[in-house]
């Protein structure tokens, strides 16, 4: 059974594309040129850098977080790419502070270690608003 990949590749104009493959390395030839086949997107963008990656155990689950990711901002991209959960929590805060936007989980970066992986969802959300709340009361 093979596992299936939804990527990000930055471009040499700075854009970011996703897409969805059971072999990356391949794929990333293809984006670049190397070999035949490869997004229209990325062709005349090319060369194409992996920038991030997360593994499915099926093409569904990959499709869904693959539509997810491409419904985002470059700002929310940027975000997935760098891992800076704190930005996350404070523009999710700062658009929406009574819902819940279940597309930025923690639990979907498993084995990536970063410090905030190890907290609890309550304990990252009160951390951000307690950063969010004391950059509203600098502002004043």
């Known amino acids: 059974m093979s596992k ?3 990527y990000i590749l930055k471009c040499s104009d700075g854009t970011f594309y996703t ?3 059971t072999d990356v390395k391949r794929r990333i030839k293809e984006h670049n040129g190397e070999a035949k086949g490869g997004a229209k997107y990325t062709r005349v963008r090319a060369p194409v850098k992996l920038v991030h990656y997360e593994e499915y155990k099926n093409r569904s689950t990959a499709t869904k ?3 997810e990711i491409k ?3 470059r700002e929310e991209k940027r975000i997935i790419i760098e ?3 704190y930005k996350f929590i404070q523009n999710w805060i700062e658009k929406s502070p009574k819902k819940k936007d279940s597309r930025f989980d923690p639990a979907r970066y498993m ?3 970063h410090k905030i992986l190890g907290m609890t ?3 990252k959300h009160n951390l951000a608003a ?3 709340d004391k950059k509203l009361c600098s502002k004043r």
């Open 65 to 67: 977080r693959e539509h």
């Open 4 to 6: 299936y990949i939804v």
């Open 130 to 132: 307690e950063k969010y």
């Open 19 to 21: 897409g969805i493959t």
């Open 111 to 113: 084995g990536i270690s």
């Open 83 to 85: 891992m800076d959960y």
């Open 121 to 123: 969802n309550p304990e």
């Open 71 to 73: 419904q985002l901002s």
